[in-house]
């Protein structure tokens, strides 16, 4: 299938043949004509699979094709995603496909002054991509009205989850109006998502293009284990030994993102740190810096990671195994996106195992080990702990690897 047979009209065809995209992806070539037809999604679908693409065209033909009502614009279609840059990336996407409509978009999020988006608001707008917080601010102030929108996206459903945004969600549901197209896009589908779904969804077309949590089959992931206290390290050790020229390495904290970030620097690898912490400015800049090759690493927590992406990125390093399975999907989806491969490293200590089982439970996989002993999937904790492990045990494994001989 390509797109030139799924009846997107002419400025759109055009837009995507000036990016080079001719295959939809297949959450594109399932959703895309459902959407037109203006029937309600639930798209689940990993990350990287095209979700902004499977909304956005469809949603640009519909809203040119009904023009709005002479006078001001207002919003038409609302577009709630969970991160700034995340917002960003679907704005910038709106820009690209729709460059031959005459439709407006603008984006709003919190972090930054919000005097140059009330501008943009006050101008008239078709598309509005947001944010809960900064949303709810607006329309409180009475900057944002939605009494006129006609359709509804929630992009990443399962993170606002994870970011104790649902509350938020449910606040603007509520200011929507009843009749409206809805769309729900997650990686994952929880039970408190599915139930929302319900709630709010109109008898809903389902899309599905891989079972829940599972992770791409072009990326090759591996476990790397080791003590708590060498993980530096190792990591030091994996980015020089297998030449890593660009990697996106995930931090459970904002403070551990800073350390890493650090460490990296004094090795002589060039790393920054985005998270919530950091300015918007910062944010942008070293992501900036990341997709120009200017950084190396792109240290990260899970909240500033989502949204970010990077083209080719061949790496994902996972310095902590995060607790909560579904977040592994997440991260690791940053590389081997649209069908290209990738590698996902983690280096995992004795209590993350736990973790690592938790994983390949959701995954259905067991993860290849490259240093230390296997973890097996329903396998119980090994009987000995750190308090009993000689602290030179983990080095002598290190020696029995190739990888990590010194070369002559």
């Known amino acids: 299938m390509l797109f030139e047979s799924m009846g997107l009209i002419d400025p759109i065809m055009r837009a995507l043949n000036e990016e080079g995209y001719h295959t939809p992806t297949p959450i594109q070539a399932q959703a895309i004509q459902p959407i037109l037809e203006g029937r309600d999604i639930l798209g689940c679908a990993q990350t990287g699979t095209g979700k902004t693409a499977a909304f956005s065209l469809p949603l640009l033909q519909r809203l040119n094709e009904q023009p709005h009502a002479p006078g001001r614009r207002p919003i038409r279609a609302l ?30 999020f919190g ?84 139930a929302l779904a319900d709630k709010i969804l109109t008898r809903p077309f389902k899309v599905e293009v891989a079972p ?77 810096n990341f997709k120009n090759s200017q950084t190396r690493m792109l240290v990260a927590t899970d909240i500033a990671a989502r949204g970010i992406d990077v083209d080719d990125l061949t790496h994902v390093i996972n310095f902590d195994i995060p607790n909560v399975p579904e977040t592994y999907v997440h991260r690791i989806g940053r590389t081997g996106r649209a069908g ?43 009987t000995h702990t750190r308090e009993t492990q000689k602290p030179t045990d983990t080095k002598k494994k290190f020696n029995k690897f190739k990888f990590f001989r010194r070369k002559n």
Do not use: W
Not at 89 to 104: C, F, N, T, V, W
């Open 212 to 288: 829940p949590a599972t992770t791409a089959e072009t990326i090759q992931q591996s476990i790397y284990r080791c003590d708590k206290t060498e993980k530096k390290g190792l990591l030091v050790k994996i980015i020089t030994e297998q030449n890593i020229d660009r990697a996106l390495v995930f931090s459970r904290t904002k403070h551990g993102a800073d350390r890493i970030a650090k460490d990296l620097n004094k090795a002589g690898i060039k790393a920054e740190a985005i998270h919530g912490n950091k300015s918007q400015n910062a944010r942008q800049n070293a992501l900036k």
């Open 79 to 108: 577009i709630l995603t969970p991160t700034r840059e995340l917002a960003i990336q679907i704005k910038e996407s709106l820009d690209a496909y729709g460059r031959h409509l005459p439709l407006k978009n603008t984006v709003i």
């Open 340 to 382: 290209a491969s990738g590698i996902a490293i983690s280096l995992c200590e004795e209590e993350e195992v736990a973790y690592v089982r938790d994983i390949q439970k959701l995954t259905r996989i067991e993860i290849p080990v490259a240093l230390g002993e296997a973890i097996a999937m329903g396998q119980k904790n090994n």
């Open 111 to 194: 972090g930054v002054g919000q005097q140059p988006q009330v501008m943009a608001l006050r101008s008239g707008i078709d598309i509005l991509v947001a944010t809960p917080g900064r949303l709810l601010d607006l329309c409180q102030q009475g900057h944002v009205s939605l009494k006129n929108l006609e359709v509804f996206i929630l992009d990443e459903a399962d993170r606002m989850l994870d970011m104790g945004f649902i509350h938020d969600v449910r606040k603007v549901i509520a200011m929507l109006p009843q009749k409206r197209q809805s769309l729900f896009f997650s990686a994952t589908m929880p039970a408190e998502i599915q």
